[in-house]
């Protein structure tokens, strides 16, 4: 059990992770930009069908990406129902 809630955790810290670093211009090849390389890969398999399931809301000129809301907020209430 405490496994699985380090697990869960430590995604969660990635996912936020994710978030920060998307805010932040990327050269190639900067250990920045290697870190939001694994960032991506580690939570695109699960932020890429909630975002195409769920889209994006609208204003101005761009949109606000509901997918880690919903994924950190989903992974929480599992945590939860699992005692961590």
């Known amino acids: 059990m ?4 380090l697990v869960g955790n430590l995604y969660l810290f990635a ?12 050269q190639e090849g900067t250990l920045l930009s290697q870190a939001f390389s694994f960032l991506y890969s580690i939570t695109e398999p699960v ?3 909630i975002r195409r399931a769920v889209p ?3 204003f101005g000129g761009g949109g ?9 907020f989903g992974l929480r ?4 129902l699992v005692g961590c």
């Open 2 to 5: 405490a496994l699985l809630c």
């Open 15 to 26: 996912v936020f992770g994710r978030i920060i670093l998307s805010w932040f211009p990327m």
């Open 77 to 80: 209430i599992l945590l939860g």
């Open 47 to 49: 932020l890429g069908p």
């Open 64 to 72: 606000l990406d509901l997918s880690p809301i919903i994924v950190i």
């Open 56 to 58: 994006a809301i609208r």
